[in-house]
């Protein structure tokens, strides 16, 4: 009974100096899944498969890969808000998570009480695209000719409300021009309109569009992050080309279930933020067309706070509207 009661007290000495509770060690045993609100394939299942295959060594237990596509990302999003709020359950939120605040009229979650930041994965910029039938070489050079042309240059995006069509309307508030938005049902047929010259610009993902670019078939006029992207080093911002301060990325994070302990916030802070870190998956998100980010949980909770007045404000302004 004595070596009982003497190895139950080493038990807690060790758990207490490692800095966490019994319940907690308890807690990083059961399985971790992250919830992707889109169909396999795409950036968002990517990041979370290389996250996954890297966390499960050190969490001990699985960490698996949920894809709950529908609904623009609401089916996924409403499922890890419905979680037990002890960190197991993760959503690969994506920008449209604060834009849906907008563009919904009601929602089965309250996107900010409802879910805990973890970290922000990953940025990707767009790059503002010209048909090289249309005589412009520069952001400047657009916005001369758009002056002279109200109405009359157009711009494809995925639809109507996406990350594509925000970064169009921004550029035309900016510049008092009037880019005429052509949505489409997916950035696929967006891009081919425009590779065959029927739509004339488009504010696109770099990595699909960079082989068109590199073959001349379109022309990069302007990257839409604040930095130059390391993909396309050699082309100029949007904020470098007379628009200061213009900036629309689309953007990839983790967010847990709303009420999560602190302590388990910062434990999966620390290990997913190491695993971005490392040189293997930095590379490997370039390759992607995104860019790591890696940052605290109160620096992902102040830069959603913040997507939400600058999209919210855009989408009343506009009068976009799911419903």
Same mark, same amino acid.
């Given at each position: 009974?004595?070596h009982?009661?003497?190895?139950?007290?080493?038990?807690?000495?060790?758990?207490?100096?490692?800095?966490?509770?019994p319940?907690?060690a308890?807690?990083?045993?059961?399985?971790?899944?992250?919830?992707?609100?889109?169909?396999?394939?795409?950036?968002?299942?990517?990041?979370?498969?290389l996250?996954?295959?890297?966390?499960?060594?050190?969490?001990?237990?699985?960490?698996?890969?949920?894809?709950?596509?529908?609904?623009?990302?609401?089916?996924?999003?409403?499922?890890?808000?419905?979680?037990?709020?002890?960190?197991?359950?993760?959503?690969?939120?994506?920008?449209?998570?604060?834009?849906n605040?907008?563009?919904?009229?009601?929602?089965?979650?309250?996107?900010?009480?409802?879910?805990?930041p973890v970290?922000?994965?990953?940025?990707?910029?767009?790059v503002?695209?010209?048909?090289?039938?249309?005589?412009?070489?520069?952001?400047?050079?657009?916005?001369?000719?758009a002056?002279?042309k109200?109405?009359?240059?157009?711009?494809?995006?995925?639809?109507s409300?996406s990350?594509?069509? =925000?970064? #169009?309307?921004?550029? *035309? !508030?900016m510049? &008092?021009?009037?880019?005429?938005?052509?949505?489409? +049902?997916?950035?696929?047929?967006?891009?081919?309109?425009?590779?065959?010259?029927?739509?004339?610009?488009?504010?696109?993902?770099?990595l699909?569009?960079?082989?068109?670019?590199?073959?001349?078939?379109?022309?990069?006029?302007?990257?839409?992050s604040?930095?130059?992207?390391?993909?396309?080093?050699?082309?100029?911002?949007?904020a470098?080309?007379? =628009?200061? #301060?213009?900036?629309? *990325? !689309?953007?990839? &994070?983790l967010?847990?279930?709303?009420s999560?302990? +602190?302590?388990?916030?910062?434990?999966?802070?620390?290990?997913?933020?190491?695993?971005?870190?490392?040189?293997e998956?930095?590379?490997?998100?370039?390759?992607?067309?995104?860019?790591?980010i890696?940052?605290?949980?109160?620096?992902?909770?102040?830069?959603?706070?913040?997507?939400?007045?600058?999209?919210?404000?855009l989408?009343?302004?506009?009068?976009?509207?799911?419903?």
């Amino acid at each position: 009974m004595r070596h009982a009661a003497a190895a139950a007290c080493l038990l807690a000495w060790i758990i207490f100096s490692l800095g966490c509770s019994p319940a907690f060690a308890q807690a990083t045993t059961k399985l971790l899944r992250i919830v992707v609100p889109f169909p396999p394939g795409g950036t968002s299942d990517y990041l979370s498969r290389l996250i996954a295959e890297r966390l499960t060594p050190v969490w001990g237990a699985n960490v698996i890969v949920e894809n709950r596509p529908g609904a623009s990302n609401i089916i996924g999003s409403d499922s890890v808000a419905r979680a037990a709020p002890d960190g197991h359950s993760l959503l690969m939120a994506f920008s449209t998570h604060a834009s849906n605040l907008c563009v919904y009229k009601k929602l089965p979650y309250d996107t900010i009480r409802d879910f805990e930041p973890v970290t922000n994965v990953a940025i990707a910029p767009h790059v503002l695209v010209a048909h090289p039938s249309l005589p412009v070489r520069s952001v400047g050079d657009l916005i001369a000719i758009a002056k002279t042309k109200p109405g009359e240059l157009n711009f494809a995006s995925a639809g109507s409300g996406s990350s594509q069509h =925000l970064a #169009g309307e921004i550029f *035309n !508030s900016m510049t &008092g021009v009037k880019l005429v938005h052509i949505p489409y +049902k997916g950035g696929v047929p967006a891009l081919n309109d425009v590779l065959g010259g029927h739509t004339l610009l488009m504010f696109a993902p770099i990595l699909p569009v960079l082989p068109h670019i590199n073959a001349g078939k379109l022309r990069p006029l302007g990257i839409t992050s604040l930095r130059r992207s390391q993909i396309l080093p050699d082309i100029p911002t949007l904020a470098e080309s007379g =628009l200061p #301060g213009y900036e629309s *990325n !689309s953007w990839f &994070g983790l967010l847990t279930t709303g009420s999560t302990p +602190k302590a388990m916030i910062i434990k999966l802070n620390s290990e997913i933020v190491r695993i971005l870190k490392t040189p293997e998956v930095q590379k490997a998100l370039l390759a992607q067309g995104v860019e790591p980010i890696g940052d605290s949980p109160e620096q992902f909770a102040e830069f959603i706070r913040a997507e939400i007045r600058k999209t919210c404000a855009l989408v009343r302004a506009l009068g976009i509207s799911a419903d």
